[in-house]
């Protein structure tokens, strides 16, 4: 089984600077997903950025990038230009695609971001 | 376009009621799943489906029954409320064109306290 571990339970910022948030997993497969999911105070779950294992340039979305070290099996979020609508809780969770399983994911505990202006 | 759309958003429960949450989504998804949400737990995955009239056990499944008689509907049931059963539920779906290429999108959540 997977386990994913946040070790940073809260986490603030001020506005416009940079923050990382870590995560790591543990895993004894070789193929798979890692994804950061942004829930804002609205209880939605909001995919914010996505890496394939099997990938090794690090995944950009605009002022989100990842770290991704497969073998250090670390993830961990980088954002920068903070704004203050980043404030909410992230998670970081690992899927292994599963063609007749289902794709499961399986989280981390989650980072409490507040932006500070 | 609605996504995935869950029922109740809100609920209060007695010790020892039942209920049932439904979960609806129109993107023709084959997997569905149902997780809770608890402080500093994440999600855990409660059960799942991978296609119409399947379900399988996730993590933590005690307590609890699902259905998935239609591909766009899935049910989580709770028989007799625990007051460990006061959470946070969501529900997903995901489709599978291919093993690198799925993503899943969640519901608004239901927020259930049983006392």
């Known amino acids: 089984a997977q386990t994913v571990t946040q070790s940073q339970p809260e986490m603030s910022v001020q506005e416009a600077e940079t923050v990382t948030l870590s995560c790591t997993y543990d895993?004894?497969?070789?193929?798979?997903?890692l994804f950061w999911y942004k829930q804002p105070p609205s209880r939605q779950m909001i995919l914010v950025i996505r890496?394939?294992?099997?990938?090794?340039q690090n995944a950009t979305e605009n002022r989100f990038s990842v770290n991704f070290q497969k073998a250090a099996k670390s993830f961990s979020l980088k954002i920068s230009d903070s704004q203050l609508g980043d404030t909410a809780m992230y998670f970081c969770?690992?899927?292994?695609?599963?063609?007749?399983?289902?794709?499961?994911?399986?989280f981390g505990g989650g980072t409490r971001l507040m932006v500070k202006p | 376009n609605a996504g995935v759309t869950q029922t109740p958003k809100f609920r209060v429960l007695k010790t020892g009621q039942s209920m049932t949450l439904l979960c609806a989504q129109d993107?023709?998804?084959?997997?569905m799943y149902w997780y809770r949400q608890d402080p500093g737990m994440g999600l855990r995955l409660i059960h799942y489906?991978?296609?119409?009239?399947?379900?399988a056990k996730g993590e933590v499944p005690d307590g609890y029954n699902v259905s998935r008689l239609k591909k766009q509907n899935f049910l989580l049931g709770l028989e007799s409320a625990a007051p460990s059963q006061t959470s946070v539920y969501f529900c997903?779906?995901?489709?599978?064109?291919?093993?690198?290429?799925?993503?899943?999108?969640f519901g608004q959540g239901t927020r259930l306290t049983v006392v």
């Open positions: 997903a779906s995901s489709y599978y064109r291919d093993p690198w290429d799925t993503e899943a999108f």
């Open positions: 895993t004894s497969e070789n193929n798979y997903y």
């Open positions: 890496q394939e294992a099997y990938k090794q």
């Open positions: 969770a690992f899927m292994k695609p599963h063609d007749n399983a289902g794709n499961m994911l399986t």
């Open positions: 993107m023709n998804h084959e997997y």
């Open positions: 489906s991978v296609g119409e009239g399947t379900t």
